[in-house]
């Protein structure tokens, strides 16, 4: 209900703004059904930062390579960020600490955090949110996460495969005395929002930025905003209060021409961690992207984020052998020592209210990995193509199990 609220609020000022011509429209100061921030939030996060720590997560993590400080000014105690957009001179002011930094140690966050865990039981009392990336079901074509190659019977529908992976990872970290809570259970979508009803505000958007706005246009970024925005803000949205204290968001990765040419790929697979960061300057123009940036940077969620995903790339990496995927374009940056942790700006780990890691192992157009799927989930070794494989569902479960032990175990050894 909330959200149908929002998107006819939005869609009134998307209204109102249209009426003034195209012509002189001020630049866009929110993303896409994003709403306007509330800056006061971020009172509670004042003075925990010391200026060279604030400085050097937006030069080192945040911004991608150096771009969007233009947003911000600096003096001895404080630094400035620019809060609207199109009116240059609002400012909000966020303090440095002023004694001398001393960082809280890792087990001191987890332990602040609610985590109890012990030798016995290592992920006692930790609240972790599972989310399978994706829709599925009758969205899977939409959203553009389908694949069957040409004289194969085993449609791969990523949603639902990541569904099957998190179905078995909630039993095995329940065992562990983790509360798991799923963004979603079933293979349909969490937010009430269709594309039809997205149809005003794609509308608005493509006449502001086209010449002239044609249906087909108008109708594809209606469906984005469906499955890629509207959808990850229902998700969000539930986690709200419930102190999570992590979300894991599974996926499993692809080939260039997933969905494209519908053939097997033999390009070597690979594998990937995400963590939040790495924002372009257009993003950063955002006024609620530049706010959600910085209320994780005050957070320190890099610290959780990438400490965790380092731990993820070992298991993983040691177990599955494939490489580190690598970008080249400016919307990623690596991060950490292992190779396969990478900063990005998506959604869920920008709005999800908690450190987020996205888990990105495998190609789904990848030869073995399409056999793996289509044999299914099975207990022990089957042969596959040729070799003796186990049930790769089980597998990405039981390294996302072993992750978080070899993290958490390793944290007990230090206290
Ligand atoms: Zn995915």
């Known amino acids: 209900m ?3 609220v929002l998107v006819s609020f939005l869609a009134t000022i ?20 994003g709403a306007e921030p509330d800056w006061t939030q971020l009172d509670a996060l004042q003075n925990r930062l010391s200026a060279s720590e604030f400085k050097e997560l937006l030069e080192e993590l945040y911004l991608s390579r150096d771009a969007g400080l233009e947003m911000f000014r600096f003096d001895e105690e404080a630094a400035w960020v620019r809060t609207r957009r199109n009116a240059p001179n ?3 002011r966020i303090g440095f600490r002023e004694d001398e930094y001393s960082e809280q140690s890792e087990i001191e966050s987890w ?22 990336g994706h829709i599925g079901g009758e969205w899977s074509a939409l959203e553009q996460r389908h694949f069957r190659p040409e004289g194969e019977s085993f449609v ?13 990872a909630k039993a095995l970290l329940e065992a562990h005395g983790v509360e798991v809570i799923l963004t979603r259970a079933e293979n349909r979508p969490m937010t009430d929002l269709r594309p039809d009803d997205l149809f005003p505000v794609a509308r608005t958007e493509i006449e502001r930025t086209q010449a ?10 209606a469906n984005l905003l469906f499955y890629r925005v509207a959808e990850l803000q229902a998700r969000a949205e539930d986690l ?11 996926h499993f990765n692809a080939l260039p021409d997933f969905g494209g040419n519908q053939r097997l790929s033999d390009e070597p697979e690979h594998l990937h961690f995400l963590v939040n960061g790495s924002y372009l300057p257009s993003e950063v123009a955002l006024d609620n992207v530049r706010f959600e940036m910085l209320e994780r940077l005050l957070k320190r969620y890099d610290l959780r984020e990438i400490a965790l995903a380092e731990s993820f790339a070992e298991e993983f990496s040691k177990r599955t052998e494939l490489p580190a995927f690598r970008y080249t374009g400016p919307n990623a940056r690596a991060v950490g020592k292992s190779g396969y942790v990478w900063a990005r700006n998506l959604l869920a780990n920008r709005i999800f209210p ?46 996302i199990e072993a992750s978080l032990l070899s993290y958490f175990s390793g944290l007990l050894k230090e206290e």
Not at 111 to 132: H, K, M, Q, S, T
Not at 156 to 168: G, S
């Open 2 to 4: 909330f959200f149908r």
């Open 14 to 33: 998307a209204g109102f703004i249209s009426f003034s011509g195209a012509s002189d429209l001020p630049p866009r100061h929110l993303s896409l059904l």
């Open 90 to 92: 609002f400012y909000y």
């Open 111 to 132: 332990r602040a955090a609610g985590w109890r865990g012990n030798v016995e039981r290592p992920l006692e009392g930790l609240v972790i949110a599972l989310d399978p």
């Open 156 to 168: 791969v529908k990523e949603a639902e495969i990541n569904l099957i992976v998190v179905e078995r």
């Open 212 to 221: 002239r706005a044609n249906e087909s246009s108008v109708r594809s970024l």
């Open 240 to 250: 709200k209060g419930r102190g999570v204290h992590l979300a894991l968001s599974i």
């Open 354 to 399: 908690c450190p987020v890691i996205y888990l990105e192992p495998y190609a789904m157009n990848g030869r073995r990995t399409y056999y793996r799927l289509a044999a299914g989930d099975f207990e022990g070794t089957q042969s596959i193509q040729g070799r003796e494989e186990e049930s790769i569902y089980r597998e990405y479960a039981e390294m």
